[in-house]
C-alpha cells in the first residue's frame, strides 16, 4: 500500500513496527502513513494474513438476518445518582448482553436481546480504565485493569452476573523496556501491598476487545490500551517518552499473561476499537487526543484533528501499519478544539464479508452531538453510508453486534452517554438492524454495495 499523503504537524511522533521511533523536527513535523515492512516475526505483510487462515463458523452467520423490514428502538438504561459516564458493552456467548456504567461500576444485563434489563448488578470494573472481552473458546468474559497500579484482571464464567479477581503479569514491548532502563520512564508502585503496577498503562475507554479467529494466532485475546509514561497535561514535544500512545493488550494463555503491542503510528492517540477482518487482518481505529499538549492553543493543531486515525496489523495484533486518517468519520465534539472522542466499533458477524458499524457523534471539533452511526462494507476502507440515532446532547458510544442463534441475531446495539438532561444526564441503549441503516443518508466516500440492498 503507498504512502497516504503526508499532513505537517506540530507534534507527531510516528512508531514504525514495535523497535522503531521517529521523531521529527520541531520546525517542521510529519505524519506519514506506516510504510509496508516486515512485520516483528520477519514475515511479509501477505505471509502473515495468508498463513493457515481458517474459519470458526459457528459464530458467523448469513447476512440477511441483519436485513428485512428497518427495525429500531430505544430506551434508557442508567440515570441518576450524578454523571451517566463511561458506557461499555458486550455479548456473552448465549446471547446476554452487558451494559455498564463504568464511573459507578454498575452493570444490568438483558437476556432477550434487549427488551428488557434486569436489575442493577454491583461490579468491580470501574475507574476509567475497563473494558470487556469475550473469550470465544470459553465463553469467559474478562476486564483487564492496570491503571491503579496493581495488574490484574477481573473473570466471569456465568456470563456477566458474578465476578473474580486474578492477578496477571504484564509483558512491555521494546521500547518501553528501553525507557524504563535508561530512566525515562517506571513502573509505579500504588498497591499497599507492594506490588508494582503497569501504571500509566491502561485499557482506558477500549471499545469490547476480540478473540482472533483466523491464523496462526487464532485464540488470542486482544484489546486495545493506551500508554502514558508521564500522564502529563502539557508534556515536553521533545521527548518521546512524554507522549500519549494508543496501543494494544494481548495474551495468549487465557488471560494470565498480557504483552504490550508496538504502539499505533502516531502519538497522541487513545480510547480506539479494533476488529479482526474475515482474511485475518486487524482494523484499528483511534481517537486523536491532542487535548493533552495543546489546551490553550499556544502552537497550532495537526491537520485534520477532528478526524478518526486508522492502521492495520498483519501480524495478530503485534504491530500497526499503513497509517491513514479518515476524513470521513468526525472524532466526536472536541468542543472547537482537536480534542475527540471515544467512539464505538464492531464487526457484524457475517461469513466472508467485513460490514463494520462505527458510532460518534457527528459534530466534528463542536460540541457533543447528534450521535450518529455510520457502515462500510470493505473492512472500514470507505464508509458510504450513515444515520442519525439521536440528534441531543451525546457522547462517549459503545457498539455490540448480535450473536447468530441467539435472542441477539440480526440487531445491532449501541449504548451511549447522552438525554435530554445532557451528555451525561443518562445512558441509552438503542437497537437496530442493517436494513435501518441503510435508509440513511450517503456520504460521498465510497457506494453501498447492490448485494447488501435488502
Same mark, same amino acid.
Given at each position: ?46 505471509? =502473515?494474513? &495468508? ?8 459464530? &458467523? $452467520? ?5 436485513? $428485512? ?9 442508567? &440515570? ?35 427488551? %428488557? ?18 473469550? +470465544? ?7 483487564? !485493569? ?35 532502563? %535508561? ?16 501504571? *500509566? ?18 485464540? !488470542?485475546?486482544?484489546?486495545?490500551? #493506551?500508554?502514558?509514561?508521564? =500522564? ?15 496501543? =494494544? ?6 488471560? =494470565? ?11 497522541? #492517540? &487513545? ?27 499556544? !502552537? ?38 482537536? *480534542? ?25 471539533? $463542536?460540541?457533543? +452531538?447528534?450521535? %450518529? ?32 442463534? %441467539? ?13 435530554? $438532561? ?33
Amino acid at each position: 500500500m503507498k504512502a497516504s499523503r503526508v499532513h505537517p504537524v506540530n507534534l507527531v511522533v510516528v512508531v514504525t513496527g514495535i523497535f522503531g521511533l521517529i521523531l521529527a523536527e520541531r520546525a517542521g513535523f510529519y505524519c506519514p502513513a506506516a510504510q509496508p515492512e516486515p512485520n516483528q516475526l520477519g514475515e511479509s505483510r501477505s505471509e =502473515a494474513v &495468508e498463513q493457515d487462515l481458517t474459519f470458526s463458523g459457528a459464530s &458467523e $452467520g448469513p447476512l440477511e438476518v441483519f436485513l $428485512g423490514t428497518p427495525r429500531f428502538d430505544m430506551q434508557v438504561v442508567f &440515570e441518576g445518582d450524578g454523571i451517566v459516564r463511561e458506557p461499555y458493552l458486550a455479548i456473552a456467548l448465549d446471547g446476554t448482553l452487558l451494559a455498564v456504567r463504568n464511573n459507578k461500576g454498575h452493570l444490568r444485563r438483558s437476556t432477550d436481546g434487549g427488551q %428488557t434489563w434486569g436489575e442493577i448488578i454491583p461490579v468491580p470494573i470501574r475507574h476509567s480504565d475497563s473494558n470487556m472481552i469475550v473469550d +470465544e473458546r470459553t465463553g469467559d468474559i474478562l476486564s483487564v !485493569r492496570m491503571w491503579d497500579g496493581r495488574d490484574r484482571v477481573f473473570r466471569s464464567k456465568d456470563h456477566g452476573k458474578t465476578w473474580t479477581e486474578e492477578d496477571i503479569t504484564v509483558k512491555l514491548n521494546p521500547l518501553m523496556e528501553e525507557w524504563e532502563r %535508561t530512566g525515562r520512564w517506571k513502573r509505579v508502585t500504588k498497591d499497599e501491598s507492594g506490588r508494582t503496577g503497569t501504571y *500509566y498503562l491502561h485499557a482506558n475507554a477500549s471499545e469490547a476487545g476480540i478473540t482472533l479467529r483466523h491464523g496462526k494466532h487464532k485464540g !488470542r485475546l486482544l484489546v486495545t490500551a #493506551t500508554f502514558r509514561p508521564h =500522564a502529563k497535561e502539557h508534556p515536553s514535544d521533545r521527548d518521546p517518552a512524554d507522549a500519549i500512545y494508543s496501543c =494494544a493488550i494481548f495474551s495468549d494463555d487465557g488471560g =494470565a499473561t498480557w504483552h504490550v503491542s508496538g504502539f499505533f503510528p502516531e502519538g497522541y #492517540t &487513545e480510547e480506539a476499537g479494533l476488529v479482526e477482518l474475515h482474511d485475518g487482518r486487524i482494523y484499528y481505529n483511534s481517537r486523536s487526543h491532542s487535548g493533552y499538549y495543546d489546551k490553550s492553543r499556544a !502552537r497550532p493543531l495537526r491537520p485534520d484533528e477532528i478526524f478518526r486515525r486508522e492502521a492495520w496489523s498483519y501480524d495478530g495484533g503485534q504491530t500497526w501499519q499503513d497509517f491513514r486518517i479518515s476524513r470521513v468519520l468526525p472524532d466526536g465534539g472536541g468542543y472547537g478544539r482537536g *480534542y475527540g472522542m471515544k467512539g464505538g466499533l464492531t464487526r457484524l458477524p457475517v461469513r466472508g464479508r467485513d460490514i463494520l458499524i462505527f458510532s460518534n457523534a457527528d459534530t466534528a471539533g $463542536g460540541p457533543r +452531538e447528534r450521535l %450518529t452511526v455510520w457502515a462500510s462494507f470493505d473492512g472500514g476502507q470507505t464508509w458510504p453510508i450513515k444515520r442519525l440515532v439521536y440528534p441531543g446532547p451525546s457522547a462517549y458510544s459503545s457498539l455490540a453486534a448480535g450473536r447468530p442463534s %441467539t435472542p441477539s441475531e440480526g440487531w445491532i446495539y449501541l449504548l451511549f452517554e447522552g438525554g435530554p $438532561g445532557g451528555c451525561y444526564s443518562a445512558m441509552q441503549v438503542a437497537r437496530f438492524n442493517l436494513s435501518w441503516i441503510l435508509e440513511g443518508e450517503l456520504t460521498g466516500d465510497g457506494t453501498v454495495p447492490e448485494w447488501v440492498r435488502p
